[in-house]
């Protein structure tokens, strides 16, 4: 394909270009079901269960109805990580959403969805992810009152600069990071479920339109359900690793939100939910007493894992983009002895640093919401397509059709419901951004106009960076 092509054509040769050795570079296959697990969970369990309750129970007006949407999102994220498990053992490429409509639709939407993930998506979830590890890990210093906005922002960006340093070392010590601190949060939500628990055997509970943003609040703390589509070239046995590690990560994610949701509505009435910055910190104070600090520590150490399993997938979006000849040539390389792509998960980190000095934590969910299920529905018309037009294509796993029509229909009214009911002129902009990306498809992707000079900062780039070209996994 002219993709493949202007890997071999257009990428800048130099002394380490592995095409001229015996040996050629690649990421390693490091990623187990253990791993695959946290990677899932890991990233799913990070921030939104701690802040997003409140807004649930803000846009459905009673706790009856918004566990009932935590249900629902857990269901949504189930299924489409089923239908996105197919999909990773037909194309056992890494990349997710990306490499899936590069192959199945074509380069040109392919570029469009690489161009506002890179950019905007992924650094924006990132980005959402690191504030709420701030505002945890900085509330202990500032009892009884809000904590400086400059402050809590200053904890993100060094939280994004430790990510970057760890994940461009080593991929063996990221993901050892993630299953250590998966463990971590799995204790905090289990202390706050035999908390809720013993405050309802004894007795004591507080409390006996806006559906599509109270989905956006809830999915966001499942999201992460589809992270392992993005390292299928690191997984052992990725036809296996892939559907298991969804079926176990995604039922005990939803379970255990389930159970910390009931218990905060134990502790709290509706009107202290919705009053609370940080819900679990509330929780802690009400339950725990003078052991109350666990929960924000706690919290802390299951946001930063979180945002490590977010800033691991992200930046292999943007190094398979490269690699595909849609980012710079840079982008797609990696470091010639630690084997991590670290020009993309520097650039990654760059553009996060940006989101987290412009944006707030709901501002950026709801952006992020909007444009991730976006694509996820297109991604999901792919998946139907090679089921219905290509049913001969080796598959190891295959999910029953039902399931992926649910969650094109859901992706659908997700897209649709806040753009007929609150109407707001943020959507438009977002749109707009999506198309601005046809500017630079045609003259940089489709004509291949490059300036003379990006070659050479290219080339000293490599040098510095110490990095040179891939190629794919032998999945």
Same mark, same amino acid.
């Given at each position: ?27 390693? +296959?490091?990623?187990?079901? *253990? ?5 899932? !969970?890991?990233?799913?369990? /990070? ?42 053992? *037909? $194309? ?27 950019? %905007? ?17 900085? !509330? ?18 060094? @939280? ?7 994940? @461009? ?36 509970? +507080? ?37 298991? &590690? ?19 509505? &134990? ?9 609370? /910055?940080?819900?679990?910190?509330? =929780?802690?104070?009400?339950? %725990?007493?003078? =052991? ?25 979006? @943007?190094? $398979? ?12 390389? &990696? ?37 991730? =299920? ?8 792919? %998946? ?16 029953? $059709? *039902? ?18 009911? +609150? ?37 000293? %780039? ?14």
């Amino acid at each position: 394909s002219t993709m493949r092509r202007r890997m071999t054509t257009d990428s800048p040769r130099s002394s380490t270009d592995p095409s001229e050795g015996k040996e050629k570079l690649r990421l390693k +296959q490091e990623v187990g079901l *253990i791993s695959g697990v946290s990677l899932i !969970a890991g990233t799913m369990i /990070g921030s939104g269960i701690f802040m997003s309750p409140e807004w649930v129970l803000h846009h459905m007006g009673s706790p009856a109805s918004s566990l009932l949407i935590w249900a629902a999102c857990g269901l949504l994220a189930m299924f489409g990580a089923l239908s996105y498990a197919e999909l990773g053992t *037909i $194309i056992k490429e890494s990349g997710g959403e990306y490499i899936y409509i590069l192959r199945i639709f074509g380069s040109f939407p392919a570029f469009l969805f690489a161009y506002t993930s890179v950019i %905007l998506v992924r650094p924006a979830g990132l980005a959402a992810v690191c504030l709420s590890f701030a505002e945890y890990a900085v !509330a202990p210093f500032y009892p009884g009152c809000s904590s400086p906005q400059v402050v809590i922002k200053c904890a993100a960006a060094a @939280c994004i600069l430790l990510l970057t340093v760890i994940n @461009c070392l080593n991929v063996r010590l990221a993901t050892s990071i993630m299953n250590v601190f998966t463990a971590v949060k799995l204790m905090a939500l289990l202390v706050i479920v035999v908390g809720g628990v013993v405050l309802l055997a004894k007795g004591q509970t +507080q409390s006996n339109g806006a559906v599509g943003v109270a989905f956006y609040q809830g999915l966001w703390s499942y999201d992460g359900w589809n992270n392992l589509n993005y390292v299928t070239e690191e997984l052992k046995k990725p036809e296996v690793t892939l559907p298991r &590690a969804v079926m176990i990560a995604i039922p005990l994610v939803t379970c255990l939100y389930l159970l910390v949701n009931v218990s905060y509505l &134990a502790a709290m009435t509706p009107s202290e939910v919705l009053s609370s /910055g940080a819900v679990a910190v509330t =929780w802690g104070d009400k339950v %725990l007493g003078s =052991w109350a600090w666990l929960i924000s520590l706690s919290v802390a150490l299951s946001t930063f894992g979180s945002s490590n399993g977010t800033f691991f997938s992200g930046g292999r979006v @943007c190094y $398979i983009a490269a690699r595909e000849g849609h980012m710079p040539d840079i982008l797609s390389m &990696a470091h010639v002895r630690r084997l991590t792509p670290s020009p993309a998960l520097l650039f990654t980190s760059a553009m996060s640093l940006i989101m987290v000095i412009s944006g707030s934590f709901t501002s950026i969910v709801n952006f992020f919401s909007f444009i991730a =299920w976006f694509f996820y529905g297109m991604t999901i018309t792919g %998946l139907l397509y090679l089921k219905i037009k290509k049913p001969e294509l080796p598959r190891s796993y295959k999910v029953p $059709i *039902i399931i992926p029509i649910i969650v094109l229909m859901a992706a659908v009214y997700l897209v649709l419901a806040p753009i007929i009911d +609150q109407p707001q002129m943020e959507i438009l902009y977002i749109v707009l951004f999506i198309f601005s990306g046809v500017i630079l498809y045609f003259p940089l992707v489709r004509f291949k106009c490059h300036p003379h000079f990006l070659q050479k900062v290219t080339l000293h %780039l490599q040098l510095f960076l110490e990095v040179a070209p891939t190629t794919r996994g032998e999945n």
